[in-house]
Structures are given as C-alpha cells and as structure tokens.
Nanobody, 124 residues
Framework: VQLQASGGGLVQTGGSLRLACAAS????????MGWFRQAPGKEREFVAT????????YYSDSVTGRFTISRDRAKNTVYLQMNSLKLEDTAVYYC??????????????????WGQGTQVTVSS
C-alpha cells in the first residue's frame, strides 16, 4: 500500500484547508488511517485518526473542534478538513495507515505506512 497526500498550501490565520490522502494497492486490512504533523524543530505529533470500519474518530486536544477527519472507503481516501487555522498549525502533515493498534491509536508506532507529507503554512 502506498499513500499519496495532497491539499497543503499557504493560508491566512482563520482560513481553511482540506487535505486528502489516497491509498493505492491492497488495503483490505486497514484498521485506522491517521494524520500526524511535524513543525520545524519539533517532533512529529498526532493530529487525528479514524477507525476505517466504524468511522469512529480521535483528535488531539489542540485541533478538537477545528479539524475534522473523514474517510471515503470506496475511494480508499482519508480527508482532514482544517478550519480556523492558527499560526501554530504550520507544519508538514503526514497521513499514515495502521493494520492494528497496540495501546492508543494516537501512538505513531502503530502506523507502518506513511505518505510523503504535504506542507501547510499559516500566515498572519
């Protein structure tokens, strides 16, 4: 399975962007699809994830109420709708696929397949 992320760009504070991540190849054992981000000089952090079967979602505290993760199983695609963007949302955003979760779904080591990343820059 390969992941291709798209939709990043430059936006002003308070604006919106929608990221997409399309999975190619056999994805029949996908359990979760998630988004992580990494800002310059910082460690990669969890943003959101979605249970591929049930659609149940989990978010980090910093994006709850502003970001929405969703999926289209027919298209093997996961989305991240980002509203009310802040300067601190600036980062490279990565999508990731998990075939099984040990412990918490927010832990990055649960995700074995990663996309190439897409840059999101929020300006004032």
């Amino acid at each position: 399975v390969q992941l291709q992320a798209s939709g990043g760009g430059l936006v002003q504070t308070g604006g919106s962007l929608r990221l997409a991540c399309a999975a190619s190849g056999s994805g029949s054992n996908t359990r979760f699809m998630g988004w992580f981000r990494q800002a310059p000089g910082k460690e990669r952090e969890f943003v959101a994830t979605i249970n591929w079967s049930s659609g149940f979602t989990y978010y980090s505290d910093s994006v709850t109420g502003r970001f929405t993760i969703s999926r289209d199983r027919a298209k093997n695609t996961v989305y991240l709708q980002m509203n009310s963007l802040k300067l601190e949302d600036t980062a490279v955003y990565y999508c990731a696929r998990s075939t099984g979760i040990v412990g918490l779904a927010r832990i990055s080591t649960n995700y074995a397949t990663w996309g190439q990343g897409t840059q999101v820059t929020v300006s004032s």
